[in-house]
């Protein structure tokens, strides 16, 4: 398995998740490292990435200052801090990986997918 995704959940409206995605040295080593998600009947999007040198952006409107995405390049992890969960962020979580882009919200730049990760979120 070259992106092991983990953290998701079940978890109340307001509350906090922290994913996680563990990747192979081979390619964590430089890449971009995204996390996209896709709800029910909804096309995948872009939430957030980040560099090697932990530079990150994130889709505004989606994450406004409740995501943090960052990364620890020694465990080759990275992960996503979610607060303030609201029931419209229930969705499967996806981590991603690019050897390098700057189109960072599109999924066809990267070249490597977790299997993703379920997040429910309760009202």
């Known amino acids: 398995v070259q992106l092991q995704a983990s953290g998701g959940g079940l978890v109340q409206a307001g509350g906090s998740l922290r994913l996680s995605c563990a990747a192979s040295?081979?390619?964590?080593?430089?890449?971009?490292m995204g996390w996209f998600r896709q709800a029910p009947g909804k096309e995948r999007e872009f939430v957030a990435a980040?560099?090697?040198?932990?530079?990150?952006?994130y889709d505004l409107d989606l994450a406004k200052g409740r995501f943090t995405i960052s990364r620890d390049n020694a465990k080759n992890t990275v992960y996503l801090q979610m607060n303030s969960l609201k029931p419209e962020d229930t969705a499967v979580y996806y981590c991603?990986?690019?050897?390098?882009?700057?189109?960072?919200?599109?999924?066809?730049?990267?070249?490597?997918w977790g299997q993703g990760t379920q997040v429910t979120v309760s009202s």
């Open positions: 991603a990986a690019a050897s390098w882009t700057n189109r960072y919200s599109d999924s066809a730049q990267y070249d490597y």
């Open positions: 040295g081979s390619i964590f080593r430089s890449s971009v």
């Open positions: 980040i560099e090697w040198s932990g530079d990150s952006t």
